[in-house]
């Protein structure tokens, strides 16, 4: 079996811009730390760029299984193009398919389901025109861009006490990433992030705690995680297993990737309110797989899985899916 890993590049830059625009993308060393996994499971593989690359490879009908984590560049569908080229052409591929990546993309939308399944989200508006911004809105708001990832767009002023601010911000953002802005009510408590691996019957891989480092802001800002050992804190909220709050949010993480049809693995951030009222934030489908800096990958070596297990864990439940 030959499989193609299929990924954005992530160009090499110290510009805060330039890192901003591409940081949803993968690093080589990510594709490769993938690739050997892969190939010690005695596959061969194909590192296979986003776009014509990728259009030439799916099209050439020798690749047998597509590991899928391009995010895409255009459109709140770019996460859905890979996966929607190997539905076209039958090629089996991991994780989720095309409508969640492209709700879970577009987070109001993925609010809107979950809510609809009685999963509990911070209450929200969708402003595309600074002059939209309802009279009524309760302070401090969270300001974010919609249909992104990796924090991006996500700075200490994405919290926002007064009104003059917030027209000002949200103006700055509709510039800047042209697409609404999302308004939500800003929750001081808590931060967990939640993986879940499986199909049938997906199970809690793990919660990880996220706190922040003495005299930094509590948020996960793009800031606050690409200085992460500085800034960010990690552990396991595992260990507390039976406790009430592990278990509510174990069951909000586990009811939104089944209410999202979230496939083979995802990973859901939670957020408590300051009662300690854990709220889904977003559902990550295409989580991130850095063996190092990564979220999940932090979560299995905090739990002592080997990066190789883990990754090969998800693996095949892309293939079982598939009976492979
Ligand atoms: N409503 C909110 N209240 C408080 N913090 C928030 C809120 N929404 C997002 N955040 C903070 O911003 C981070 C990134 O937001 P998230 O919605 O997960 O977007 P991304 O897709 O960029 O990860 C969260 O991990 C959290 O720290
Ligand atoms: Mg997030």
Known sequence: MRIGIIYNPKPKTDNKEIYE??????????????????????????KIKFGKEALNRLTSGDIDFVFNIAEGIYGRSRESQIPTICEMFRIPYLFSDPITLGITLDKPLAKKIVSYDGILTPEYHVIDSAIKIPKDVSFPQFVKPSMEGSSKGIHYDSIINDREVLREVVKKML????????M?????????TVGIIGNREPQIFGILEISYKKGIKNIYSIENKSDYIKRVSYSL?????????????SQISLNAYKSLQCRDAARVDIRCDEEEVPYFLEINPLPGLNPVYSDFPIMARFKGVEYDDFIGSILSQGFKRYGL
């Open 21 to 46: 625009k591409y940081c949803e993308f993968d690093t080589e060393d990510t594709i490769d730390a993938i690739g050997k996994i892969v190939r010690k499971r005695g596959f061969g593989y194909e």
């Open 175 to 182: 510039s800047k990433y042209k697409q609404p802005v999302l």
């Open 184 to 192: 939500e009510k800003y929750l001081s408590g808590r931060e967990f």
């Open 237 to 249: 909220f595992d260990e507390m297993k039976g406790n009430v709050l592990y278990n509510k949010i």
